[in-house]
């Protein structure tokens, strides 16, 4: 017994995963500590900190897939806000029903990630500079779209999305459960397996007769549905549209991979994202606990939110230094795929 | 019946297949032999689909097919065992060899279970033991070559091409690889095998393609296998001569030894190297591609540190820890990967000859233009470069012209010891004159020259003694009468046999 929990525990050790895993326990128990265990064990602290992260969290899980088969895609953040805008704006200004506007905004965040893709893969542009550019781009059609912040969104979305179902199980938490099982699923096709062949060494994936860019083009369709719901979480917990919001999303989502232990080229899970994220956001829960703590221990003492965001900044600093320093032999891969996302892909069978 | 016939392939201005043909029988093995850039190996890529040729045919049965992609390679029943291998180092043992293969079961998902028994089965008839879970980055490389040879017979193709599998397995792997290949020959599979060991083709094929600079020049049958003397003049086109014994006298007769390395050793590549070179001396390294000769040149230069061995340099003993240490110390280094290792494209000319020098003064030394113009200007003139502007971009150059850039850029410090690695790789043949006669006037003045080359023409040329490298060690020193094409080209394949080898 105790040499099967030892080989298993030996095992995971040297799982991608371990450092996230880690680095998320140690701020999960910082976190709890500050906000004392009475306080952070209750269904609405899980609620809010689950609601309002979600768009995060999604957009974590999208990337990883990307990172998963060696590409990136740094203007995820702002194809959020691509989503709230066409949520918002369809059913206020052409009057279409609220349902299919939404289904119209979702596919439009999948149409725009394959359009990401067709650029990345097809083209063969270095994937970094690229969606850099197409940020940009993005960021002018949503203003085109919506010149201001403004929009509502009907009560029963926003009332649903903030529910508990069951008195325990947040709604926002559905909608990751449903991810992580359609991804249990996606692993255990033979799709799965390419992904990670392709992420690693597409010349060799294509000696054994996959084709590396429907496999990589794949990634971006799957990546487009996880941010278009990561969109419309951000439009029912927001319940307004915002054309530039999210935009840092984009980078921050590819720290969070990082973090988790994700790197690019067939290494790494999406619970590397899904850790990454959820270290990102205990940080800054806990960091805006203790600030709180500290007002009211220290009399007379002023606080403004880019304190807490130095402090939270420079803990996921040392986190990324963390996971590069202990994964010592996955240094010169994660080197080596940041030059990728540089340089302009390759050709296979030339 | 597999058939190639006139396959053509040109890479920018190199034609690597001008012409190629082999044909393979069903339970046939066919050995498809040749030096160095022979084309060998693109010939296996263009049946594994990977390199697409300009012309030629290829046919199954009579019948022609075209392979554009390796699906259609693998559609067409042929599977590959890749030189440099094909497996995906994050990825565990059945995943590598189930890879495209896998098998499925429930709604779309992979059999685990049934991938797991196949994979066990597969490795047990390769006597392979290694946990089945472990990621292949993390596997012995015989492991890893024994993987590839399996991952592509478990393939079940009707054509194996096995491309220099042996090159890291231990003499019992190979034993049972041949018998498995044999026992697939029996069953009815075609097989080409590519390799460099002489006595492995006599001992495992049926028949030979010998290739020479991109052309079929010889089909040989089962009986002619064993005659090396035959198998060498196809490879070279000459008549190789009994070779003779010929004294280290030679080269104790030239004096002063200015570099000696003894039991140089740098895991995997080097194993046990020891040479001599003395001043004013052009030596020769040759062997075939990997056999150590570039890692050996960076040991000398302090980019690669040696796990063992010795490197005693002006009658010290040294130890560089950066290729700047060695610079400062007289050495020079030039590298036939210009475009990796030399040419800063966007610099001038001028810029691109002086590097050398800067290399050798203060950090914050103070440089003038005019300095460096006309430091490059007389380099240009003594060396007689033919070079445009001297304020053109390197980039600007030919090739050719590029590499006698580097060559002045490192003649014009005077170093006391050159390494140059291929240093003509790719270059023309004018420039490839300009450039050895360059080397022999160093030389004269009493520099020490060490030259690495892929081109046996060049070190024929050019050397005055010749180390030929095989595995990791000293195969053999060729000096005076010895030093002919034909020694060359048989010490290269590991024909002599131990007793023989001398040591320098």
């Keep these: ?34 906000q004392t265990p009475a306080k952070f064990f209750t269904v609405s602290n899980f609620r809010i900190l689950l609601s309002k992260n979600m768009p995060l969290i999604l957009t974590c899980l999208g990337q990883s897939v990307l990172m998963m088969c060696g590409v990136l895609d740094l203007s995820t953040g702002i194809q959020l806000a691509f989503v709230n805008v066409i949520a918002i704006m369809l059913p206020q200004e052409l009057g279409v029903p609220v349902g299919l506007g939404w289904a119209c905004a979702l596919t439009g ?3 725009i990630s394959l359009f990401c893709g067709f650029c990345i893969v097809k083209l063969r542009l270095p994937a970094l500079l690229t969606t850099f550019s197409i940020t940009y781009i993005i960021k002018g059609v949503n203003v085109l ?35 992580l099982l359609i991804w249990q699923y996606i692993k255990r096709t033979r799709y799965g397996r390419h992904m990670y062949a392709v992420g690693n060494n597409p010349r060799n994936a294509y000696a054994v007769g996959i084709n590396p860019e429907r496999v990589q083009m ?5 990546k487009g549905f996880i941010v278009g719901l990561a969109g419309l979480c951000l439009t029912a917990s927001n319940a307004s ?89 996955q240094r010169e891969t994660l080197k080596q795929g940041f030059v990728k996302q540089l340089k302009r892909g390759e050709k296979y069978g030339g | 019946m597999f058939e190639m016939r006139g396959i053509t392939k040109d890479f920018d201005a190199v034609k690597a297949l001008k012409g190629a043909s082999l044909s393979v029988r069903p339970g046939e093995i066919r050995s498809l032999l040749g030096a160095n850039g022979s084309g060998k190996s ?120 096995l491309d220099e599998v042996t090159a890291t397995l231990h003499h019992d792997e190979i034993e049972g690889l041949f018998e498995l290949l044999r026992k697939l020959r029996d069953e009815g ?50 008549v190789p001569d009994k070779a003779k014994a010929c004294g280290a006298q030679a080269a104790a007769a030239e004096g002063e030894a200015l570099l000696e390395v003894s039991g140089l050793k740098y895991s995997p590549k080097v194993r046990d190297l020891s040479l001599t070179a003395y001043k004013g001396e052009i030596l020769g390294i040759g062997g075939l591609d990997g056999q150590g000769q570039s890692e050996f040149i960076r040991l000398l230069l302090g980019e690669f540190q040696p796990e063992a061995g010795a490197i005693r340099y002006r009658g010290k003993e040294v130890r560089f820890r950066r290729p700047a240490e060695a610079v400062e110390n007289g050495i020079g280094f030039i590298s036939g990967e210009r475009n990796r290792e030399a040419i800063f494209p966007l610099r001038t000319i001028a810029e691109n000859l002086f590097v ?16 460096v113009n006309g430091f490059a200007r007389e380099a240009v003139e003594k060396y007689n470069i033919k070079v445009g502007e001297l304020e053109d971009p390197a980039s600007s150059l030919s090739g050719g012209n590029q590499q006698k850039l580097i060559v002045a850029r490192w003649i014009a410090v005077m170093p006391e010891l050159l390494l140059l690695d291929d240093p003509t790789k790719g270059v023309d043949i004018a420039s490839r004159r300009e450039i050895h006669q360059i080397l022999r006037q160093c030389a004269q003045k009493g520099m020490t020259v060490v030259v690495s080359s892929s081109d046996n023409d060049e070190l024929m040329d050019l050397a005055d003694r010749i180390y030929v490298f095989y595995e990791g060690r000293v195969q053999a020193l060729l000096s005076c009468e010895d030093k002919t094409q034909e020694r060359l080209v048989a010490e290269m394949m590991g024909f002599a046999e131990k007793e023989e080898r001398a040591n320098g």
């Design chain 1, 1 to 34: 017994m105790a040499e099967a929990i030892r080989r298993r525990w030996g095992h995971f050790r040297r799982q991608p995963v371990f450092t996230g895993f880690c680095l998320f326990m140690a701020v999960l128990a910082l976190n709890i500590i500050i």
């Design chain 1, 218 to 222: 794949k990634a971006f369709l799957i």
């Design chain 1, 241 to 329: 549209g915002n054309p530039l919001q999210a935009e840092e999303y984009g980078i921050r989502s590819l720290s969070a991979c990082m973090l988790g232990g994700m790197n690019f080229g067939g290494w790494g899970t999406l619970s590397c994202g899904l850790f990454g994220a959820g270290f990102l956001v205990i940080v800054q829960n806990a960091v805006y606990y203790l600030f709180n703590f500290l007002t009211k221990a220290i009399q007379g003492l002023m606080i403004n939110s880019y304190w807490q965001n130095l402090v939270s900044d420079t803990i996921i600093f040392l986190g990324l230094l963390a996971t590069i320093i202990t994964a010592k032999a």
């Design chain 2, 189 to 238: 599979t075609a097989i080409v095998y590519v390799t460099h060991r002489m006595k492995e083709v006599a001992k495992l094929c049926d028949s030979a393609t010998i290739m020479r600079n991109g052309e079929t020049v010889a089909e040989l049958a089962r009986d002619e296998l064993n005659d090396l003397d035959g198998i060498v003049y196809h490879m070279t086109g000459k």
């Design chain 2, 356 to 371: 050398g020098r800067t290399a050798t003064g203060g950090l914050f030394k103070f440089i003038g233009n005019r300095r």
């Design chain 2, 42 to 161: 693109t010939l296996v890529k263009v049946l594994a689909g990977l390199v697409k040729p300009d012309g030629g045919e290829v046919f199954i049965d009579g019948k022609p097919v075209r392979i554009r992609t390796s699906y259609d390679s693998k559609q067409l029943g042929i599977a590959t065992a890749f030189q440099d291998l094909s497996l995906i180092p994050t990825m565990t043992v059945i995943d590598n060899i189930k890879l495209n293969k896998e098998t499925v079961g429930h709604f779309g998902t992979i059999d685990v279970k049934k991938d797991r028994r196949d994979v066990e089965e597969l490795l047990k008839l390769f006597r392979v033991r290694c946990d089945l879970d472990a990621y292949a980055q993390t596997l012995m490389p015989s492991t890893q070559s024994m993987l590839e040879v399996a991952k592509a017979v478990y393939a079940k193709p009707r054509l194996l091409l």
């Design chain 1, 109 to 111: 965040g999948v149409l």
């Design chain 1, 145 to 179: 779209i919506m010149g201001e912040p403004q929009g509502k969104v009907e009560k029963i979305i926003y009332k649903t999305y903030d529910s508990v179902l069951f008195g325990f199980l947040p709604f926002a938490a559905l909608i990751l459960l449903a991810v």
